[in-house]
């Protein structure tokens, strides 16, 4: 019997295994792919907080999700159709969360006796029947497949098995009617120099490809349409990267330079990452030894004339309080980022909460008032910062804009601004007198109050 096509509206999929076998690459690589191919897609990247938690620990678990669809979505999806387990850990942890009868592609050479035993399995749920009657199972001998797709290269093994979740990538690709070329031109430019780590990542990738291919385990392949999307350029975009963008426009469209400073802090640190590569916009970035030191810095800057921004999590915002009241009462513009996460105290640095609104809006002695302000979507993140940027040079205020992990990690299309669009920014800063006398830096603007 031949393999048919089923086209549908959307997926949802979602990669799953150890910290070191790659699932935030491997679904980077389907993300961008899908993107190019046209879909609309939503994603969620969900990482230990741990640095490196035991190999095939439950606690080490990392993964990544996405859902891809020929119409408009809003969020990651919450059940998946397929889950792909790199090893007993990432199976024991999101089995449950499967939709019923939905696939599971399981890497079997991972469970040995070891790994099943360190996962909590009494038996090899592969062999005891207790996954038959409510999943489709697909179990593939990864390691043994990369292995043999690598043969004859200078690579040690345990080099060459790094490359099984390409090797799952290609197979995904099969499925879900995906093309290889980007992730192939992406892996030359990766690695560029290191032929054989190019050539083994990408033999793996046509592995996996082709054994959908040739095995009667995939009888039905899944095609799901172009989104009708508006006509304009597009690219793939996260939260934290677009609330860069939007601070870089705000500074480009004021005329000010832009003065980030910041203590490094999850989910917010890409940010600062992001901003420190961009020197050549004239934009300065200070790392500072701690949240209070950042907001500090920042408020110096604002006094001398910068567009001034910090960005951190909860616990930031709540050690810089005191000196955004300061802020405040001073009347200065500046944007602090609060990208949430779980709390409360120090919290969850990688587990998403939107539960920081209060503090936001009330968290100051004095009832210090500022404007608060959220963006909706990854993509959003770009217009929230610009707003927050414009609002606080107009109006003379300390503005908060309310991110949080699931926006700075998820990924949407996006469609890139005309930056001539954009709303103006006007900065108009005092250079005399205000009043027969003396400068009054008190004296209410009648228009905006400022």
């Not at 809003?74 to 696939?103: F, S, W």
């Not at 399995?121 to 409510?134: A, C, R």
């Not at 910090?310 to 709540?318: D, F, N, V």
Request: hydrophobic share 40%; aromatic share 8%; glycine share 10%.
């Amino acid at each position: 019997m031949g393999k048919t096509f089923k086209t549908i509206d959307e997926a949802v999929i979602r990669f799953a295994g150890d910290s070191g076998d790659g699932m935030q690459l491997t679904g980077g690589r389907f993300t961008e792919t899908t993107a190019i191919v046209g879909n609309d897609l939503s994603t969620l990247p969900d990482f230990p907080a741990e640095i490196r938690a035991p190999a095939g620990s439950l606690a080490g678990v990392s993964a990544f999700q996405i859902k891809f669809s020929s119409k408009d979505i809003h969020t990651p999806g919450v059940n998946p159709d397929v889950l792909v387990a790199m090893n007993p850990a990432a199976l024991k942890v999101h089995q449950k969360e499967i939709i019923p009868g939905g696939t599971l592609i399981i890497n079997t050479d991972a469970f040995t006796k070891k790994n099943l035993k360190f996962a909590g399995y009494e038996s090899n749920p592969i062999e005891d029947g207790s996954l038959d009657d409510y999943f489709t199972l697909i179990p593939v001998e990864m390691n043994k497949m990369v292995t043999a797709a690598c043969e004859g290269l200078d690579l040690s093994p345990k080099l060459v098995g790094r490359t099984k979740n390409f090797f799952a990538l290609g197979i995904l690709f099969y499925m879900y009617d995906r093309p290889l070329d980007a992730t192939e031109a992406w892996l030359k430019k990766k690695f560029k120099g290191k032929d054989a780590i190019i050539e083994a990542n990408t033999r793996a990738l046509n592995a996996g490809y082709n054994y959908g291919d040739t095995t009667e385990l995939f009888m039905t392949r899944y095609k799901v349409e172009k989104a009708n999307l508006p006509s304009g350029t597009y690219r793939n975009m996260n939260g934290n990267l677009a609330t860069s963008l939007g601070l870089l426009a705000a500074s480009q469209r004021s005329g000010l330079k832009l003065f980030y400073g910041g203590y490094p802090i999850t989910p917010a640190s890409d940010i600062l990452h992001t901003l420190a590569i961009w020197k050549h916009f004239g934009v300065q970035t200070f790392q500072a030894e701690d949240e209070i030191a950042g907001i500090a810095s920042v408020i110096g800057a604002a006094f001398a004339g910068k567009l001034a921004v910090t960005a951190t999590s909860g616990p930031g915002i709540a050690l810089k309080g005191e000196s955004l009241g300061l802020g405040v009462i001073t009347e200065l513009p500046l944007v602090v980022i609060n990208v949430q996460r779980g709390g409360p105290s120090t919290g969850l640095p990688t587990k998403t909460e939107q539960s920081d609104l209060n503090q936001a809006l009330y968290g100051r002695n004095g009832e210090a008032p500022l404007p608060v302000i959220a963006p909706a979507t990854p993509g959003d993140c770009f217009y929230a910062a610009y707003e927050a940027c414009r609002i606080a040079l107009k109006f003379m205020t300390p503005v908060m804009l309310l991110s949080d992990g699931y926006l700075a990690n998820g990924s949407e299309p996006w469609k890139i601004p005309n930056v001539d669009d954009l709303e103006d920014i006007d900065v108009k800063f005092a250079h005399d007198k205000n009043s027969e006398n003396d400068f009054l830096p008190y004296l209410r603007d009648e228009d905006t109050l400022a």
